[in-house]
C-alpha cells in the first residue's frame, strides 16, 4: 500500500518538505482490532506542529500522520464484534479514554496520527475500542475532518459549556477565529440552538461566517479589544460559553467577552504558544464568576453524541479545500497559509 510519513526532522522540526510517499505492506489486524480502507482523511493545526517537531516526543520517521479520516471496514481481527466488512467507520484519536473512566495522563499513550500510525495511508489498523460507525446522514466529507474537532468542541461547548446538555436555546457562544475548530462550532451551536459570536482580521470571513449563521462578528484587527466591542454589541451581556482557541496570550480580551457565570474551556493557543505566560488579572474571573477549564479533545462518547447531534440536524462541516493523495505536502501548505476558513481534507480513494 501507499503511505506518506512524517520522514527525518532533523533532530528539530523539518517541516512540510519532510513528508515522503513510501510503499508498506498492508498492515494485518490482529486481536481487537480492525483494518479499515481509507476513503478520506483531515487535517488540524497539530498536524504541522508534528512535523515543526513542536508536538510529539521523539516520533519516529515512518509515523504515519493524521489523526482525522474515515473508511471503509476490510477486516476485522479475532474477537472484534459489532462491525462488519462494508461499514463506514470513523475513529477517536484516543483510544485509551474510556468514556466511563477517569482522564489521565495514559490516554496520550495512544493518539492517532502521533504516537501511533495515523490515516494518511490507503490502509489502517484501528483498535476496535475506539471506532464508531457512521451514521447514514453522515457524508464521508464531513467525517473525514471530524476526530479532533468534534469531540473538543462537544467537550467544550456541551459536556462543560453547558453542563451537559445538547439544548443551547438561549446561549450565546463564542470561539476566535475562522479555523476548523471555530468555524465548527458556529455550525454545531446554531443547529442546538444557540446566539454565536466570532472574530476574525478579515471581513470576507466574517461576511461568509454570517452566511453560516453567526449573529456577532468582530475584526480584531480594527478592534484590539474584540472582548469590549463584542460587550458592546451585545449590550453587556457577553458570551456564556466560549470555545477558547487564543490561549493564555489574548485571554484578557477572552474574559472580557465572557458574561456573569460564563464558563471558557480553553483549548487552543493560537495567539501564541501553550507555554505563555496568561496576561490577564484576577479580578474579572471573580467579578463574574466565571469557570475555566482546559480541554485535552474528547472521549470516544463526546465524539459518538457529537455525530449524532450531526447527523439528527443535517450539519455538514465546512471544508475550505480538498486535495489528492499524491498532493499531500499542498493539503498542509494550504493549512500552513492560514487562509483558510473552516477545514482542509485529503481524498485517499473514492
Keep these: 500500500m501507499k503511505a506518506w510519513e512524517i520522514g527525518p526532522r532533523n533532530g528539530g522540526g523539518g517541516g512540510v518538505e519532510s513528508l515522503r510517499m513510501v510503499e508498506r505492506d ?17 487535517l488540524n493545526y497539530r498536524d504541522l506542529m508534528i512535523l515543526r517537531g513542536h508536538y510529539g516526543n521523539d516520533l519516529p520517521e515512518t509515523r504515519i500522520p493524521l489523526t482525522d479520516g474515515v473508511g471503509v471496514v476490510e477486516a476485522l481481527g479475532e474477537g472484534v464484534s459489532g462491525f462488519a466488512a462494508g461499514d463506514r467507520v470513523v475513529a477517536a484519536n484516543f483510544v485509551d479514554w474510556d468514556p466511563q473512566g477517569p482522564f489521565g495522563f495514559h490516554i496520550f499513550g495512544r493518539d492517532v496520527g502521533v504516537t501511533m500510525d495515523g490515516w494518511l495511508a490507503e490502509r489502517i489498523v484501528l483498535p476496535a475500542k475506539a471506532m464508531v460507525k457512521l451514521p447514514d446522514a453522515v457524508s464521508d466529507r464531513t467525517a473525514a475532518t471530524l476526530a479532533v474537532v468534534a469531540g473538543t468542541v462537544w467537550h467544550a461547548m456541551i459536556a462543560f459549556g453547558n453542563a451537559g446538555s445538547a439544548d443551547l436555546s438561549g ?12 468555524v465548527y462550532a458556529l455550525q454545531l451551536a446554531k443547529a442546538l440552538g444557540a446566539e454565536f459570536a466570532i472574530t476574525s482580521s478579515s471581513d470576507d470571513k466574517l461576511a461568509r ?3 453560516l449563521g453567526a449573529d456577532f462578528t468582530v475584526n ?21 460559553i466560549v470555545v477558547d482557541t487564543l490561549g493564555f496570550g489574548e485571554f484578557a480580551q477572552t474574559l472580557e467577552a465572557t458574561g456573569v457565570e460564563g464558563r471558557i474551556g480553553t483549548l487552543g493557543a493560537l495567539s501564541g504558544s501553550p507555554q505563555d505566560t496568561a496576561d490577564f488579572a484576577q479580578g474579572p474571573v471573580l467579578g463574574k464568576n466565571i469557570t475555566i477549564k482546559g480541554i485535552t479533545s474528547g472521549h470516544r462518547g463526546m465524539f459518538e453524541e457529537a455525530l449524532a447531534a450531526m447527523a439528527a440536524h443535517g450539519v455538514e462541516t465546512l471544508v475550505d479545500a480538498e486535495f489528492g493523495f499524491e498532493d499531500a505536502p499542498d493539503a498542509y501548505r494550504h493549512l500552513e497559509a492560514g487562509a483558510h476558513m ?7 480513494a473514492d
Design 220 to 240: 480584531y484587527r480594527e478592534r484590539p479589544d474584540w472582548g469590549t466591542a463584542l460587550m458592546e454589541a451585545t449590550g453587556g451581556r457577553g458570551a456564556d
Design 26 to 42: 498492508a498492515p494485518q489486524p490482529r486481536p481487537g482490532e480492525v483494518l479499515v480502507r481509507v476513503t478520506a482523511a483531515g
Design 171 to 182: 446561549k450565546l457562544v463564542l470561539a476566535q477565529g475562522t479555523g476548523g475548530v471555530a
Design 342 to 348: 473552516g477545514k482542509v481534507m485529503v481524498r485517499v
Design 209 to 211: 461566517a454570517r452566511d
